[in-house]
């Protein structure tokens, strides 16, 4: 099974600044076949990227993903105070369907 | 719109088994594959597996073979996912979620349901 490794655990930032989120995976994920996802205490998740690079319906242009491979990038370019949430990363390139273990964007 | 609605909240004994239910509308809810996820209380997530509701095939993740049971009802458009033998480790929220693409394309999970708490105590 592919496993994915995010880092850092914790970030913590003030709102204006610049997030930038890791996910390294433990083989190659191919077709870019990662997602990206935003989940806020008592909430389901929801989809922010897909492919690696393609925001969701509705998702504003400060999320953006990059990368290819074992090493993807979600980057928040402009936090606002509504994105201080934890986000998991996900494979679906092959089963089981792993996802990372999470990354809690937290105001500093 | 296109929601996934699922049942409420549950509350079982150790041994027991559970069965969630996940009812979708706004959309061809046999075109779609339905997945299952969850999450323990302050963990990640959890993949569990999928169903294409079309054929009714399935794909469990390996730790849960032989203890879920993913089934769908086309005439209802309503999937279920059932865990036997639960133990307090099960404990967790529990997602049906539908990724946006078609059948067997890949893609990640766009709509998901709201969640549905199992708690397993004696």
């Known amino acids: 099974e592919i496993v994915l490794t995010q880092s850092p655990g914790t970030l913590s930032l003030s709102p204006g600044e610049r997030a930038t989120l890791s996910c390294r995976a433990s083989q190659s994920v191919s077709s870019r076949y990662l997602a990206w996802y935003q989940q806020k205490p008592g909430q389901a998740p929801s989809l922010l990227i897909y492919g690696a690079i393609s925001r969701a319906t509705g998702i504003p242009d400060r999320f953006s993903g990059s990368g290819s491979g074992t090493d993807f990038t979600l980057t928040i370019s402009r936090l606002e105070p509504e994105d201080f949430a934890v986000y998991y990363c996900q494979q679906y390139d092959s089963s089981p369907r792993t996802f990372g273990q999470g990354t809690k964007l937290e105001i500093k | 719109q296109v929601q996934l609605v699922q049942s409420g909240a549950e509350v079982k004994k150790p041994g027991a088994s559970v069965k969630v239910s996940c009812k979708a509308s706004g959309y061809t809810f046999s075109a779609y594959y339905i997945h299952w996820v ?85």
């Not at chain 2, 993740?61 to 307090?88: C, H, N, P, W």
Request: proline share 5%; charged share 15%; hydrophobic share 30%.
């Open chain 2, 38 to 122: 969850r999450q323990a209380p302050g963990q990640g997530l959890e993949w569990m597996g999928w169903i294409n509701p079309n054929s009714g095939d399935t794909n469990y993740e390996q730790k849960f073979q032989g203890r879920v049971t993913v089934t769908g009802d086309t005439s209802i458009t309503t999937a279920y996912m059932e865990l036997s033998r639960l133990g307090s480790d099960d404990t967790a929220v529990y997602y049906c979620a539908r990724p946006g693409s078609i059948s067997s394309l890949p893609d990640g999970f766009h709509i998901w349901g709201q969640g549905t708490m199992v708690t397993v105590s004696s």
